[in-house]
């Protein structure tokens, strides 16, 4: 069965309940279970095939589509529930001096259970449609922060 960890009952929004099959199948491992590739080159976790979770706002599994930009930054705070806080660095130019000075931007993303996230990791987010108040992307793909994809110095 689903993770049923809310007040009220989670099911996902494309699967029905009533299957007419002799042997009940939970959604999960072997069972029905909705999932879709969100595109733009990004692949689907196999979590979110074969997990048991429920989230209506994952790119993988739920109602959300991914379209305008792709950030990538590190993340700065995982405090929130199914929500995080990813750090942007970027230079800006002073033309008075010519010189470049660091700045820095934050953006929430909401992460989907089908990932493991802890601080210091980077990740790819995918712009989608206001998912609350701050939330108006969702993480994409997460590398984590000890294996790095590129050797080389760091942004900064």
């Known amino acids: 069965m689903a993770d049923q960890t809310e ?57 959300v589509s991914i379209r305008g930009r792709i950030l990538s930054g590190v993340v700065k705070s995982t405090k929130m529930n199914r929500t995080l806080v990813v750090r942007r660095d970027y230079l800006h130019f002073v033309k008075k001096y010519s010189r470049y000075e660091k700045r820095h931007s934050n953006f929430s993303a909401h992460v989907s259970p089908c990932f493991r996230v802890k601080e210091g990791d980077s990740v790819v987010c995918g712009q989608c449609r206001p998912l609350s108040k701050t939330v108006r992307f969702n993480v994409l793909r997460v590398v984590p922060a000890g294996s790095s994809a590129k050797k080389g110095f760091s942004s900064f």
């Open 7 to 63: 007040r009220a009952f989670q099911k996902q929004f494309h699967v029905t309940g009533g299957f007419k099959s002799k042997d009940k199948k939970a959604p999960g491992k072997s069972g029905h279970r909705f999932w879709r590739n969100p595109g733009l080159g990004f692949r689907v976790p196999k979590e979110a095939i074969e997990g048991t979770y429920i989230d209506k706002k994952c790119p993988f599994t739920g109602n």
